[in-house]
T-cell receptor, first 110, second 115 residues
Framework: SQTIHQWPATLVQPVGSPLSLECTVE??????LYWYRQAAGRGLQLLFY??????ISSEVPQNLSASRPQDRQFILSSKKLLLSDSGFYLC?????????FGSGTRLTVV | AQSVAQPEDQVNVAEGNPLTVKCTYS??????LFWYVQYPNRGLQFLLK??????LVKGSYGFEAEFNKSQTSFHLKKPSALVSDSALYFCAVRDRGDSWGKLQFGAGTQVVVTP
């Protein structure tokens, strides 16, 4: 069966520090991968999506970047965090009209 | 461009009463439609989806939704709400013509079921 792992679950980082959130998928190959951010416990904003290794598309210009070094690995990064980067980050994979979401990372920038 | 509107920030219902969560959408082509539920500090759990076929879709935990093309709506319903249904509900749309498979989410509706 397909599973998606996302870590860490919780992260507190100071302003100006770097960020790396990782997401891996098991049980499928060549999935479409997505990073979403949920601010203030409500709406989800699509940040990045990828349909293959090394292929990244950005939905919203911002302080973050994404990479896909392997088929089933998706990484969200920042060189210098801002307070506004705080939120709940969700990774998801999609294939054939089905989408599965990770358990999320709660990022607090202080 | 695609968009989703969930007009109610919160829906309050007594346990045992019918529950409805509203969703309308806008896409340039034909839609794929989804409902997800989120419990505090958790990921999204899939409830149901409309891809094609019967406009009435039945999903997990007794939920169902009806695709109405003329009204561009996909309201979520449950005949008898449970306290455990209290959560944040998201409607999402994907344009069939979008080969990237991007989902656009609504702002979410908080459901509160009181005993």
């Amino acid at each position: 069966s397909q599973t998606i792992h996302q870590w860490p679950a919780t992260l507190v980082q100071p302003v100006g520090s770097p960020l790396s959130l990782e997401c891996t998928v098991e049980g499928t190959s060549n999935p479409n991968l997505y990073w979403y951010r949920q601010a203030a416990g409500r709406g989800l904003q699509l940040l990045f999506y990828s349909v293959g290794i090394g292929q990244i598309s950005s939905e919203v210009p911002q302080n973050l970047s994404a990479s896909r070094p392997q088929d089933r690995q998706f990484i969200l990064s920042s060189k210098k965090l801002l307070l506004s980067d705080s939120g709940f980050y969700l990774c998801a994979w999609g294939r054939n009209y089905g989408y599965t979401f990770g358990s999320g990372t709660r990022l607090t920038v202080v | 461009a695609q968009s989703v509107a969930q007009p109610e920030d919160q829906v309050n219902v007594a346990e045992g009463n019918p529950l409805t969560v509203k969703c309308t959408y806008s896409v340039s082509g034909n839609p794929y439609l989804f409902w997800y539920v989120q419990y505090p500090n958790r990921g999204l759990q899939f409830l149901l989806k409309y891809i094609t076929g019967d406009n009435l879709v039945k999903g997990s935990y007794g939920f169902e939704a009806e695709f109405n093309k003329s009204q561009t709506s996909f309201h979520l319903k449950k005949p008898s709400a449970l306290v455990s249904d209290s959560a944040l509900y998201f409607c999402a749309v994907r344009d069939r013509g979008d080969s990237w498979g991007k989902l656009q989410f609504g702002a979410g509706t908080q459901v509160v079921v009181t005993p």
